[in-house]
């Protein structure tokens, strides 16, 4: 398998070429030059997979799809080491329960941090720290995070060998959780650096450190975020783990509704249904950042300006634009890189917009792609939770609670639909009090959390600081 740049650019690069970097060097995004197809046979063989050996075996044999360039028992022991029931807390991984009649629940939140992102993440780490102990290469990762990211990175990280996190985070923004998950690591390797600013500055100074090549070079920093093949990869995998729960074939359609932001995680599920998983519709549900409910709706995609973008009870889908929405304009437009090229590249700079409303393949987004879309405010929020909680006494976090509303919209009564649980609600408590009076359940390995002692460095939005700091704990 190699793989080829959203915008054109000539190489075609193998796995662990791109494990290690962002963007193409066209600043396009990775994409796997086609999509191995799986007939029905070829499912019939996963799920028997799935069922007789597991999550991490299911996981193995999807990406070996994609990997020819890790040996295949290492593949497989990455796979068995980082999804076992220890760290998920259950031998299914991403379980599956029914909320009401056609509706599911698919379960992406017991790992390490409580939300999906632990799903990929967690491989990242493993595969990192191989990739980087077979180069004799070290790396230095350097993000920013409003939460859920920036945990996910340093839990999948921590005393991994060759590896230091550096995580900017907005000094007191963060969620008590939060704040305790992260703070509360004491690995060496892990630096959380709480900047005096709103999470907009942690960014700027990411990116200032990213764009001073020598210094970035020096210290050999890099990243995790979302646009990463290798996460969005590792996401695959739980479609196919959710749709063999609920369909009892592999025949029956199945439908995901799926709480989004950056566009990371049901383009995993665009993945999946374009390998020939039985998916019919792919339900992006967006919170009062609605930059991509919008496109599905009108087929204008418009950037939001930081003055647009909300921060909202749901905030790990507060974005301004969605940074994997070109992989799926890509297939859209049947891999036309120029175009795309043309679309986010320059077009999307001076305009922030660009319109699809007249081109025939926007109507494909949804009869040949499947993708349908809602929108979820602060008071559906509520109201959902608290209707869950009464018909069925559990308690939904904020962004899953986007994903059912939506979802209850969206769905065709003949056609299961599974909505992903994207977080747990100990994670947004603040607003489970508002909806619920009263706290929602904190797992027991969590209990006390928030009297530990806690390990980070607050700072001025000061980039010389930053890379300061950053020098002193490297050993350059
Ligand atoms: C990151 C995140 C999302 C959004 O996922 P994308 O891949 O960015 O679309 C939704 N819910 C939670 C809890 C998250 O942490």
């Not at 967006?286 to 300006?305: A, I, K, M, Q, W």
Request: charged content about 20%; glycine content about 8%.
């Amino acid at each position: 398998m190699r793989y080829l740049s959203t915008r054109g650019h000539p190489d075609r690069l193998r796995f662990c070429d791109i494990l290690l970097e962002g963007l193409a060097p066209d600043g396009g995004l990775y994409m796997p030059e086609a999509y191995p197809q799986l007939d029905r046979a070829a499912l019939d063989r996963l799920r028997q997979v799935h069922a007789k050996q597991g999550y991490a075996e299911l996981a193995y044999e999807i990406l070996s799809l994609y990997i020819d360039d890790i040996p295949a028992a290492d593949l497989r022991a990455l796979c068995h080491k980082t999804y076992t029931a220890a760290v998920y807390g259950t031998e299914a991984i991403v379980p599956v329960r029914p909320l009401e009649p056609g509706l599911y629940i698919e379960a992406l939140s017991n790992g390490p941090t409580l939300a999906f992102k632990d799903m990929a993440m967690q491989l990242l780490g493993n595969l990192f720290e191989y990739e980087l102990a077979r180069r004799g290469q070290e790396l230095n990762i350097l993000g920013a995070t409003s939460g859920d990211t920036g945990s996910a990175a340093e839990y999948a990280m921590r005393g991994k060998k060759g590896l230091r996190v550096f995580m900017t985070s907005p000094h007191g923004r963060m969620s008590p959780f939060q704040q305790a998950q992260m703070f509360s690591l004491q690995d060496p390797n892990i630096h959380n650096l709480a900047v005096e600013g709103v999470f907009d500055d942690c960014q700027d100074l990411v990116k200032a450190v990213s764009n001073d090549l020598d210094f970035k070079a020096r210290y050999k920093i890099g990243t995790v975020n979302s646009i990463n093949w290798a996460r969005l990869l590792a996401q695959v995998v739980y479609y196919f783990a959710g749709y063999f729960q609920v369909a009892p074939d592999n025949q029956t359609r199945v439908s995901f509704t799926v709480p989004s932001g950056n566009f990371g995680n049901v383009c995993a599920g665009h993945v999946a249904r374009m390998m020939g998983l039985p998916i019919a519709q792919l339900v992006v549900a967006t919170n009062e950042n609605d930059v991509l409910d919008e496109f599905f709706r009108s087929g204008v995609y418009r950037v939001r300006g930081s003055a647009d973008t909300f921060e909202t009870s749901s905030p790990s889908m507060d974005i301004s634009k969605a940074s994997n929405f070109e992989r799926f304009i890509f297939d859209l437009l049947g891999r036309d890189a120029p175009r795309v090229r043309e679309l986010f590249g320059a077009g999307l700079s001076q305009t922030g917009r660009f319109d699809l409303s007249q081109d025939p393949a926007f109507a494909q987004a949804a009869s040949r792609y499947g993708f349908a879309s809602g929108k979820s405010t602060h008071a559906d929020r509520l109201a959902t939770i608290r209707a869950v909680h009464a018909a069925h006494g559990e308690t939904v976090d904020t962004h899953t609670a986007d994903g059912i509303k939506v979802g209850r919209e969206q769905r065709d009564p003949a056609v299961p639909m599974i909505v992903l649980e994207t977080a747990l609600p100990i994670k947004f408590a603040a607003t489970i009090v508002e909806a619920l009076g009263h706290e929602p359940p904190c797992p027991a390995k969590f209990n006390g959390i928030e009297d530990l002692p806690r390990r980070v460095t607050v700072m001025p939005a000061d980039l010389a600081q930053l890379k300061a700091y950053i020098a002193q704990h490297c050993d350059a």
